[in-house]
Structure formats: structure tokens, C-alpha cells
């Protein structure tokens, strides 16, 4: 490892990368175990091997490791349905609701696309997101397409806890963690943040190196939320090389190691470079063929974090590089560096290639933001006073989101995350927020949409690339679901010699009609309804003077009637 350190010292200022942790292993030694640069640049204080970084999706493989724990007891199978263990457990599709197995929430070949809109900086708990899940579409067939989603490994620890009779982050620190002697890992920044040795986060951006908040992912925690350093992740290396042994003890039988590096689903491959060839994915690991050996290896990136492990179990080398700069390749430059040498391969320029393809990167994001900017039609306004768009829109996947009017400009909320909103066309707007300066990425398009009567009733948002935008249903005010402010509505209405029943059922109210089913009464503006899954019919109740409600005007396709309400003596 002679020159390493030079390499890295020299290569890390052309990546504007603050600090970088690495180690190596090799047959079953430590072999390079060292910090570089800063941990905390304000304060000027240095990387160590102690020092905490976020290591993001890296978090997967302890995950399979957790159930293949389960596996070896006898208290998991990977094959069988997750119903087995998750009665409740319901996706999109009924089919794979009932077939969808502990295996395939691991291997990204569940038929989901990301959706990481749902969880990214979400005030929702792990439950709250299981029960989510089916509201959910996807984009392919079980088991036909890899397809990279964490919420598929929150499943996954939300299995592993539900079997073990405790949580996720509890079964890993006591089964994991604590045996390899992983003091200092974590499993929240929260934690991080109160020791004495932990990296920042920074981000890049207009050749500025600018230090930002920590994201707190716990509740995504199986797929992404463990925070360690090189020393105790040198230990998890040696585990892997040692095929799951932990001095005398057998922490997982070889046999399930095995199938954690075996593919499982093939990972598409654009071939770009003929020295990596083909990517597959296993139980929690990324495999392929570099150079003509086995790589074993996942990435994690998360706000302000780059982090990359990797094994070449053929070989007996491993390797962690942790990085305290959001979304850098230099984990990955390093780690190919260090294995040409220690494989006594003629090294390759990566970091020359992988400038290249980052300035590639650069070009195709302005490319879509010219392309916005051409396709806008000049000359428009909206439909309606700025005003009318506010309220709640929600969606029984993805939330509320909030739409305000402040200083004359509309701004939406969504999981925290605030947008500001310029008028693009009609009644599209292009939304930015911090996420996408952040990311440099071009603005949402993001559309309100009015029914027949010209209110504004929804609002059309791009949650997830690979599929149409979600809807989210504009919520009726507060006061239209109170009880005290229903129960106004409650009686018996004449109408045409039959008789309306309107009663209040749990929370809601319910419309009855003699020789009809019940039809539930959904809240829509001021005192008028919509009856729930019926088209084109609504129910609208006036008062009088006294502000006593004397009628109900109901409105169908073929024409309007008017329903009176009776008086307590006419019943």
C-alpha cells in the first residue's frame, strides 16, 4: 500500500471531498486502517479511524444479515410469502401481496419502482409506511426487473422485528454489532451527533463546499440509516472474508453467506466499461466481474455521506472507504484503485473516466432544463386568483401536501420540504425547492386541476420518474368533518313522495334513499357533498335565515331536485 496515501491526499481536493476514512483487509488482517482530511472543517478537525460517517445503503447487507440469522434458526424461510410472517403485509397488486417473499423484498425485484418520495424526510413512522404500501403502483411483474427500492428493505427490518419480538435496530446491535465489538456504530445521526468523533456533511455546489444539516432517515433505518467508522467496519469485513465466523463463534452458516453473493436478479448494464461486466444483485450486495474477479460491494449515500464497501471473497480482500461529501465518486475511485494494486492489475485512470462521466452528468441536467424552459407557453395566467390553490391535497400513499399563499407567491409543503412556486403555463407551476438546488436538478411541473364546476378539486405532482404524476385530492376544510358542524344536515327530506334519510355514521354522513344502497356523503366546499364513487351526484344543503337547514338540493346527471327537510312533527 505504499503510495496510497499520497494518491488519496492528492486525489481528494479535485473532488472538493472534506475528509475520507478508509481500511483495508486482507487475508484476514488489517492491512491500511487511516483518516484523511477533515471531519469538521469550521472547526478544523481531523479524520480519524474512529471517526463516524453515515455509511447510507451500505446498512443493506446488515439487514440480510439479520434474516439470514432468522434463517439459520428456523424462524425465517427466504422463500416463503411474507404473509406468512405479515398477515396484514398488502402491495398495489393482490398477486404479489400473496407471493411476495422475504427474498424479493431484498433484491429490488418486487415490481416497485424508488417511490423514496414517500419516506425522504417523512413524518410518518415505520407502520404508518407499511400500511401505505399498497397504495403504491408499480411499473413491472414480480421478479421480472431489478429495480432499486428501500422501501422494500423497511419491510424487510420491519420483519425481522416482528419475528424476533423486538425492533430492528434492537435484534442488529444485540445479534451484530455487539458480537463483532462494533462499539461505536449507531443506527441514528441523532447518536452521532452526541459522541465526540463524528463527520459533517457537505455539499458541493458552485465551487463552494458548504456544510449542511443532518437528514435523519431512522425511520428507513433497515435500508440506510447506520452510521459507523473504519475501525468498527474493518471487523464487519473480516466477519465476511471469515465466512461468518466471529472467533469460535458461527454468527451465520456459510451456506447463507453463499447466497448473498450469488445473483439474484440481473442489474441492467449499459457496458460502458469494458473492465466491469455483468452486474447482478444478491441478498443485500451488488455483484460483478471486475476485471475477471469477483466483486462483492454496496454503495450508501445519503445527505452529506458517500460510502462504499466491498469484499473480493475469492481473494480475501476487502475494502470500506467513508466519505463526509454528498453524492462523490471518490469512494469509488479509491476502492478501484487499491484493488488493481493489490490484485497486481496495471491500474486504470477511473478517476480521469469518472470526471468525464460526471461532466456528462452536468450536461444532461442542463439539457432538461433548457428543455422545460422551451416546451413553457408564454403568455398565460392561471384560472384562477392565486388564493383558490391553497389547502391540504393528500394522497393515501404519499401524504398531505400544503399549498399557502405568502408574500403574493404559492409555496407547498411536503414532508418538511418547502417550495417555492413560479407560474410556468395555465395552471402548471414549476416548483423548486432546497432538495433540487441541492441535487441541481431541473424544477418539478407541478398542475392543479379543476371539475365541471371550475373549482380547483386536485393537484398533479411527479413523485416518482418512472411513473405518471400522482394525484392528491384536495382536502375539505377542518369544519366539514367535524361532527358538531354534521349533525346539522341529520333528518328526513321529502322528496317527491319518498323519503331521503341523512344519518351520521361514525364520522361521516350517509344518504338513504328507500329501494337504494347507502351512499357515504364526501366532503366538497361549504355544505355541499359528493356521494363517494358516484359520478356527477352531489348533495347541497340550504338554510334559511335562521340558519336552520330546510333543504337539500341534489344534483345528478339528468337534472337537479330539490329534497325538503321535514320538521320533528311531521315526523
Given amino acids: ?19 475520507l476514512a478508509i481500511a483495508i483487509v486482507k487475508d484476514n488482517q488489517i492491512i491500511f486502517c487511516e483518516g484523511f482530511g477533515l471531519r469538521d472543517i469550521k472547526n478544523n478537525l481531523k479524520v480519524t479511524p474512529k471517526t463516524l460517517f453515515a455509511i447510507g445503503s451500505c446498512t443493506k447487507a446488515f439487514t440480510t444479515m439479520a434474516m439470514g440469522i432468522l434463517v439459520d434458526r428456523g424462524q425465517l424461510d427466504w422463500d416463503l410469502p411474507v404473509r406468512n410472517y405479515l398477515p396484514s403485509f398488502k402491495l398495489y397488486d393482490s398477486y404479489v401481496s400473496e407471493h411476495i417473499t422475504p427474498r424479493d423484498l431484498v433484491t429490488h425485484r418486487s415490481g416497485l419502482p424508488r417511490h423514496d418520495a414517500m419516506w425522504y424526510r417523512t413524518h410518518f413512522t415505520r407502520e404508518e409506511i407499511i400500511n401505505r ?41 444485540r445479534e451484530i454489532l455487539q458480537t463483532l465489538g462494533m462499539v461505536s456504530s449507531n443506527f441514528s445521526v441523532e447518536a452521532s451527533q452526541k459522541t465526540d468523533d463524528f463527520a459533517c456533511p457537505y455539499l458541493h455546489k458552485n465551487e463552494e463546499v ?33 465466512r461468518g465466523k466471529v472467533g469460535d463463534k458461527q454468527m451465520i452458516s456459510p451456506s447463507n453467506l453463499t447466497q448473498m453473493y450469488t445473483p439474484q436478479i440481473v442489474e441492467p448494464n449499459p ?45 480475501n480482500i476487502g475494502v470500506v472507504v467513508l466519505t463526509n461529501l454528498n453524492a462523490s465518486p471518490l469512494h469509488s475511485i479509491v476502492t478501484f484503485y487499491v484493488c488493481d494494486r493489490l490484485l497486481n492489475l496495471d491500474p ?51 401524504g398531505i401536501i400544503s399549498v399557502e399563499l405568502k408574500d403574493n407567491n404559492l409555496t407547498t409543503t411536503y414532508n418538511s420540504i418547502v417550495s417555492q412556486l413560479q407560474h410556468y403555463h395555465y395552471d402548471t407551476f414549476a416548483s423548486y425547492s432546497e432538495v433540487g438546488e441541492m441535487l441541481e436538478l431541473p424544477p418539478d411541473l407541478i398542475s392543479f386541476v379543476t ?91 340550504t338554510k334559511d335565515a335562521a340558519g336552520i337547514v330546510t333543504e337539500a338540493v341534489i344534483t345528478q346527471p339528468n337534472g337537479t331536485f330539490t329534497a325538503t327537510k321535514k320538521t320533528s312533527r311531521d315526523w
Fill in 451 to 541: 371539475d365541471k364546476k371550475g373549482d380547483v378539486t386536485s393537484l398533479y405532482v411527479p413523485m416518482e420518474p418512472a411513473l405518471k404524476d400522482a394525484v392528491f385530492t384536495r382536502m375539505p376544510e377542518k369544519s366539514m368533518t367535524e361532527v358538531s358542524f354534521l349533525e346539522k344536515f341529520v333528518g328526513e327530506y321529502e322528496l317527491a313522495g319518498q323519503t331521503l334519510t341523512i344519518s351520521l355514521r361514525g364520522e361521516g354522513l350517509i344518504a338513504s334513499l328507500t329501494g337504494q344502497p347507502d351512499y357515504e356523503l364526501v366532503p366538497y366546499e361549504g355544505s355541499e357533498f359528493n356521494l363517494k364513487n358516484l359520478s356527477g351526484f352531489s348533495i347541497k344543503f
Fill in 210 to 242: 458548504k456544510e449542511i444539516p443532518f437528514l435523519n432517515i431512522d425511520v428507513v433505518g433497515p435500508a440506510g440509516s447506520i452510521n459507523s467508522n473504519i475501525t468498527d467496519m474493518a471487523q464487519w469485513l473480516l466477519l465476511h472474508l471469515n
Fill in 133 to 173: 404500501l399498497q397504495y403504491l403502483e408499480p411499473t413491472k411483474e414480480l421478479r421480472t426487473v431489478f429495480q432499486y427500492n428501500n422501501l422494500m428493505y423497511l419491510a424487510a427490518g420491519y420483519l425481522v422485528g416482528e419475528i424476533a419480538g423486538c425492533t430492528w435496530e434492537e435484534f442488529v446491535q
Fill in 348 to 398: 486504470v485512470p477511473w478517476n480521469d473516466r469518472i470526471k468525464e462521466g460526471v461532466a456528462k452528468g452536468k450536461e444532461s441536467k442542463t439539457k432538461a432544463k433548457e428543455k422545460i424552459a422551451a416546451e413553457r407557453q408564454p403568455g398565460t395566467q392561471p384560472s384562477h386568483p392565486l388564493e383558490d390553490y391553497t389547502g391540504n391535497y393528500e394522497h393515501p400513499a404519499y
Fill in 271 to 315: 457496458q460502458e466499461e469494458r473492465e466491469v461486466l455483468n452486474p447482478s444483485y444478491g441478498l443485500g450486495w451488488a455483484i460483478y466481474a471486475y476485471r475477471g474477479y469477483k466483486i462483492v460491494q454496496h454503495g450508501g449515500g445519503i445527505d452529506g455521506f458517500s460510502a462504499l464497501t466491498t469484499l473480493l471473497p475469492q481473494d
Fill in 1 to 19: 500500500m505504499q503510495g496510497l496515501s499520497e494518491f488519496i491526499n492528492n486525489t481528494m481536493p479535485q473532488w472538493n471531498v472534506p475528509g
